[in-house]
C-alpha cells in the first residue's frame, strides 16, 4: 500500500468510529520523522483509547501492522506509528494545550483531506 492510501485509509478508520477535527500534515521535505502526520481528537480519554484500539484492529485487516504505539495508558495523547505516517490522536483539551497542528504548520501543508 502507497502512503497516500495508507493516510486515506487511516482517515476513513478514525472518521468512522467518529474523531474530530482530523487533518493530514504534509511532511515530505520538512521532516525526516514521516512523511505524514495524520491528527485527530477524541471527546474523552476513552475514546482516545478506543480510537487507537480500532484503527490498530482495522489496520491489521488491511495487512498494515502498527509498528509502535505510545500514550494508551493515559489517553491524553496516543500515537500509533505506522512508518512514514504518524497518527497522533488527542484529548480535545490536550490538542489545544500543546497547539500540536499550529508547530508543524509550514504554510501549506495541513489538509483536510488527500
Do not use: C, P
Request: no cysteine; glycine share 6%; hydrophobic share 40%.
Amino acid at each position: 500500500m502507497n502512503e497516500k492510501d495508507l493516510v486515506k485509509n487511516i482517515v476513513n478508520i478514525l472518521d468512522n468510529k467518529k474523531a474530530t477535527n482530523i487533518k493530514i500534515i504534509d511532511l515530505e521535505g520538512i521532516s525526516t520523522l514521516a512523511d505524514y502526520f495524520v491528527v485527530a481528537s477524541g471527546r474523552s480519554t476513552t475514546q482516545v483509547k478506543a480510537l487507537l484500539d480500532y484503527l490498530d484492529e482495522e489496520m491489521e485487516k488491511l495487512g498494515v501492522n502498527m509498528i509502535r504505539q505510545e500514550g494508551k495508558q493515559e489517553g491524553k495523547w496516543a500515537v500509533a506509528d505506522f512508518g512514514d505516517v504518524i497518527v497522533h490522536i488527542f484529548h480535545e483539551e490536550t490538542r489545544t494545550t500543546y497547539a500540536f497542528d499550529e508547530l508543524w504548520d509550514n504554510g501549506n501543508n495541513i489538509k483536510d483531506n488527500i
